[in-house]
């Protein structure tokens, strides 16, 4: 899987710019406010529907257009070629592949599989469990096929189960819905359940090493007690739920506890173990996908060796490279590249006096 070209018209900071880009590693070089990551957002944005920069969707838009387009060729395991892009408007996106126009972003993510390397990476130990399920959800979504039609269907009777709760009726009309609601929270635990332990298998051997010898463990937490099962869980916290408004328990209260030891790693571990980690564990799941589909999704990694020590540097350069996906990796400084990245294609990107983005190719 990679993006073979990208053109983007009236994106950011990009009024009119197109790229071809190598299978592996692309490093793009460029100074403050030169469009790196902006390149790689546009990237994201065609694999995942979404921005992971939280921003108002006229901000996508450059200052001297209405709109913006974004179009790239994708080429998939099989090398066959697929057209992927976006109308981005003041108020709304519009999705496309090849000729189709009624497109979700669910499509995208499915022909686009890509994964964010960023500095907030550290977010998945420090932040809240809901950091950690969509950690979870995206790569089971993409390796487990009963995942998503039967998360759809528990989403569809927790929001009855909660409409009922809420609007007070009747004991017996708000536990109609707790039928369906257990038996699809059974298969979407299920699937979680054994996405971690592939998680936990593919953690990358020459991270696990940097913790002093003292072991990493992950913890799949259900979201409802284990001495019990969720239907009588659900039974028991009834009363609570009715004064509460919502259900509180079930696959959506889910977790992922991370332990170096017996401690929580994120109480535990430093600020440059806590990246080297949650890199490690977005690493695992490239290699899962690779693993159970056969598709390693593209990489996108933004500025977070900047961060990192030298010898950090060099190990993830070391293990991005032998997963044998194509990387687009930032760097503010050629200083900051490791020579274990190897081989790559670079794009400098800069910024002249009128604001628009120079790029120069190199190999």
Same mark, same amino acid.
């Given at each position: 899987?990679? %993006?073979?070209?990208?053109?983007? &018209?009236?994106? &950011? #900071? ?41 921003? /108002?969707?006229? !901000? ?5 257009? +209405? ?11 099989? +090398? ?29 993510? @499915? #022909? ?47 929001? =009855? ?26 298969? %979407? !635990? ?28 992950? !913890? ?42 017996? %401690?929580?790693?994120?109480?535990? %571990?430093?600020?440059? =173990?806590?990246?080297?980690?949650? *890199? ?6 490239? /290699?899962?996908?690779?693993? &159970? ?9 933004? !500025? ?13 350069? @070391?293990?991005?490279?032998?997963? =044998? ?34 790029? *120069?190719?190199?190999?």
């Amino acid at each position: 899987m990679h %993006v073979k070209s990208l053109a983007l &018209r009236g994106f &950011r #900071c990009f009024p009119s710019t197109e790229f071809e880009f190598d299978r592996g590693v692309n490093v793009i070089v460029g100074d403050n406010a030169s469009g790196k990551t902006s390149l790689l957002e546009a990237l994201f944005l065609l694999g995942r529907g979404v921005t992971f920069r939280s921003t /108002r969707l006229r !901000d996508l838009i450059h200052p001297e257009a +209405d709109r913006y387009n974004l179009r790239a060729v994708v080429r998939d395991q099989h +090398d066959l070629a697929r057209k992927v892009s976006i109308e981005g408007y003041r108020n709304r996106r519009e999705f496309y592949l090849d000729t189709q126009s009624n497109v979700s972003r669910f499509d995208l993510v @499915q #022909c686009l599989p890509l994964q964010l390397i960023d500095p907030d990476v550290h977010r998945l130990l420090e932040e809240g469990p809901q950091y950690r399920r969509r950690f979870m959800d995206w790569g089971v979504f993409h390796v487990e096929h009963s995942f998503f039609s039967s998360w759809q269907r528990f989403r569809r009777a927790l929001i =009855q189960r909660n409409r009922a709760l809420r609007l007070g009726w009747p004991n017996k009309d708000i536990v109609s819905w707790d039928p369906a609601l257990v038996r699809e929270a059974r298969q %979407v !635990d299920s699937c979680r359940r054994g996405y971690v332990d592939d998680i936990a298998r593919n953690l990358p051997t020459a991270i696990r090493k940097e913790f002093t010898g003292v072991p990493i463990h992950f !913890d799949y937490r259900s979201g409802w007690p284990t001495n019990e099962s969720l239907d009588q869980a659900l039974a028991r916290t009834l009363e609570r739920d009715k004064k509460a408004g919502f259900t509180q328990i079930g696959p959506h209260r889910a977790d992922l506890r991370i332990t170096h030891g017996n %401690v929580a790693a994120r109480d535990k %571990v430093s600020h440059g =173990q806590q990246k080297l980690l949650t *890199s490690g564990m977005l690493l695992a799941q490239a /290699r899962v996908m690779a693993n &159970r589909r056969g598709v390693t999704p593209v990489l996108l990694v933004d !500025d977070i060796a900047a961060e990192l020590g030298a010898r950090y540097r060099a190990l993830l350069g @070391q293990e991005l490279t032998s997963l =044998q996906s194509q990387v687009f990796i930032t760097f503010l400084d050629r200083a900051f590249i490791p020579n274990t990245l190897g081989y790559a294609r670079e794009i400098e990107l800069s910024v002249p006096s009128r604001g628009s983005p120079e790029i *120069s190719k190199k190999c």
